[in-house]
């Protein structure tokens, strides 16, 4: 007699295989297959809680609009002491509440955003330049880059301590190119989460890719190291990681 | 003809590493950090000379080994590229024995 009983339910009688009789005691009634019964209850348990998700981003937004007010008043303080930018001072007209125009004041902040080690935007374009020229040289005409690691958030990931303090803090940036993707599959470099990136590239890693001289180049004009990674696409990699696009 | 070699380390943490090898080899490792090596590691070398990497075995992205073929190394060092493999891996082999393997050696 085998009985095939992972969570414990309390069978009435004993059935081979994954089929099994059950007395209702934990709430499971009939002959049904145990697995699938699983996966059932765990859709069950995703569904609702993504419904709760749901009812508390709708929450969310009665509570915005309620507190508006306070909101508007916040906004208008700040912009009177000077603490604001024109797009939220937008905010203080009547049509357009403070928090959208806020919101908006932080999607410019992005846009405008440049890594930590250059000193002005003018720099980070000019990097940007030499790394896609460089990409489009290697063959790599598809490829989009984004900084990561702490030249976007500012700290490092493991210490906390602020960008270039007791260490050096490397250029860390994504590379998103199909293609670049593919020739490194090709070489036999390992891909990783699942084949959507591959890890760090090595030094050899980038002498068989074409990728070596532009990445010496980047280190001597960043005067710090530069390190890739290849995604797939420019979306696996920003949800990945905090990450700048270069422009 | 250039060299690109690595080396699986035991140890029982990055800093003391770092300094023996520096010791083995002569050379004085500068502290780096970077989210792609595994947060804090070492770098020595010019970048387009002689480099060499020592981090830990370890992806923050999926928080699992770098180098999936040598996961029981828990630290690594990427030396290359280099004229001197031959050299540095006699040392390495010498010196710090069973605490360090070569694990894969590349001719460019």
Known sequence: ?247 | MQSYDLYGLYSDDLDSLAGIIGQVLGITFIPHDSSYRGGAYYRFGTPGQEELILQRNYDEIDQEVVESEFGAYPFLLYVGPTNRSREIRERLMTQMKAKATLLRHKVF
Request: with cysteine.
């Open chain 1, 1 to 247: 007699m085998v009985y095939v009983d992972p969570s414990g339910h309390d069978a009435c009688t004993g059935v081979a295989g994954t089929y099994e009789p059950d007395c209702g005691v934990d709430g499971w009634y009939g002959v049904e297959d145990y697995e699938a019964r699983q996966k059932l209850r765990a859709m069950w348990e995703q569904s609702r809680k993504e419904a709760w998700d749901f009812f508390g981003g709708i929450v969310a937004l009665i509570g915005s609009v309620l507190f508006e007010p306070i909101d508007w008043a916040v906004t208008a303080s700040d912009c009177l002491s000077g603490n604001c930018s024109p797009l939220a001072l937008v905010g203080l007209l009547p049509v357009i509440p403070a928090s959208v125009a806020n919101r908006i004041d932080e999607l410019a902040d992005t846009a405008r955003a440049i890594p930590h080690g250059f000193s002005s935007t003018d720099d980070f374009q000019a990097f940007g330049s030499k790394l896609k020229g460089g990409l489009t040289d290697a063959g790599y005409s598809d490829a989009v880059a984004a900084f990561q690691g702490s030249s976007v958030t500012g700290v490092k990931h493991t210490t906390g301590q602020p960008f270039d303090v007791e260490r050096v803090s490397d250029f860390d940036i994504a590379l998103a190119s199909p293609t670049l993707l593919a020739r490194a599959k090709e070489l036999g470099i390992e891909l990783r989460s699942g084949g959507v990136r591959t890890r760090p590239l090595t030094a050899d890693d980038l002498e068989s890719l074409g990728l070596s001289k532009l990445a010496v180049q980047l280190s001597q004009s960043a005067g710090r190291p530069v390190n890739f990674m290849i995604f797939d696409t420019l979306e696996t990699a920003v949800n990945r990681a905090p990450s700048i696009v270069v422009p």
